[in-house]
């Protein structure tokens, strides 16, 4: 169990956090996502460029990967709002600043972030002291999943309605699951209204990422599997649309590295560009 009064988000929320910022700071404009409110969050000490995940060389496949995810699925919740889709949920939001960013898209939606408690009473603090403020249109979904408790329930009772479609978000997070984990989050968000739409981040084996990824690859397993949450499950394309086909979506789709590339980094002077080690999935109802 968490204490709320003072658990603070994992490494991996600061890392994703601190790579986003890092984008804005030492990348070349056009810039993929501007988003330093999660450094404002995490408020790291004056050297924390020095740290060694913040390597400028060694990240920056992976620094690519994530604001690259980020903006896509932001690009979606944008296109679905202009279709009247009025809920958004972000399952393992960890230091998502969407709500902070966007607010004249978010407030015409109700946001809900799902995460363990104690984190995200850290965040919701954090909000508070910046003066960002916790808005009506933004709910707080606090899951421990480690107890077991059902994010779904958790969900409904924060006011999710589900006669209604929705946007889910579920990025950085199923390599941590089993695959009946992520067959049965598949195919609760399947049984969502017509509609909705999930995209969900999956990890590729090994040998499907490019030679120049693998070490970085190896060395993130490695601090995952010492910090005590290691990489479970990967999936090739075909098997995770397979997998959401099984779980009852009337569409899905496979949105690779190479697709994100030619979207946000045509315009990218030096080169940048994500690595192909974490894919996404695209599925509606």
Not at 63 to 68: F, H, K, Q, T
Not at 114 to 121: K, R, S
Not at 134 to 150: N, Q, T
Not at 228 to 254: D, K
């Amino acid at each position: 169990m968490y204490d709320e009064r003072t658990a603070a988000p994992d490494s991996t929320a600061v890392r994703v956090a601190l790579w986003r910022a890092l984008h804005v700071q030492v990348d070349p404009p056009p810039h993929v996502l501007e988003d330093e409110i999660g450094l404002r969050l995490v408020a790291p000490d004056n050297g924390w460029r020095r740290r060694p995940d913040m390597d400028l060389q060694a990240t920056r496949l992976f620094r690519a990967a994530i604001v690259a995810r980020a903006r896509f699925i932001e690009d979606l919740v944008v296109e679905q709002a202009g279709r009247g889709v009025r809920q958004y949920v972000i399952l393992g939001a960890g230091l998502d600043s969407f709500a902070q960013r966007r607010p004249e898209v978010a407030s015409h939606l109700t946001v809900f972030e799902v995460d363990q408690p104690g984190p995200q009473a850290w965040k919701r603090q954090r909000l508070i002291e910046l003066g960002f403020g916790i808005p009506e249109w933004l709910r707080f979904v606090p899951v421990d999943f480690e107890a077991g408790a059902s994010w779904w329930e958790r969900l409904i009772s924060a006011g999710f309605d589900a006669e209604q479609p929705a946007v889910v978000a579920c990025t950085g997070v199923s390599m941590y699951l089993t695959k009946d984990a992520i067959a049965a989050t598949l195919r609760q968000v399947a049984g969502l209204a017509p509609g909705s739409t999930l995209a969900m981040t999956f990890i590729l084996p090994l040998d499907w990422t490019d030679p120049e990824e693998r070490p970085g690859r190896e060395a993130a397993e490695q601090g995952a599997r010492a910090s005590g949450t290691p990489f479970i499950s990967f999936f090739t394309p075909p098997e995770m649309l397979a997998l959401a086909n099984e779980a009852g979506f009337r569409r899905v789709q496979h949105v690779s590295g190479v697709a994100l590339t030619e979207r946000y980094f045509a315009a990218s002077p030096d080169g940048l560009r994500p690595g192909r080690s974490e894919e996404l999935l695209v599925a509606t109802t």
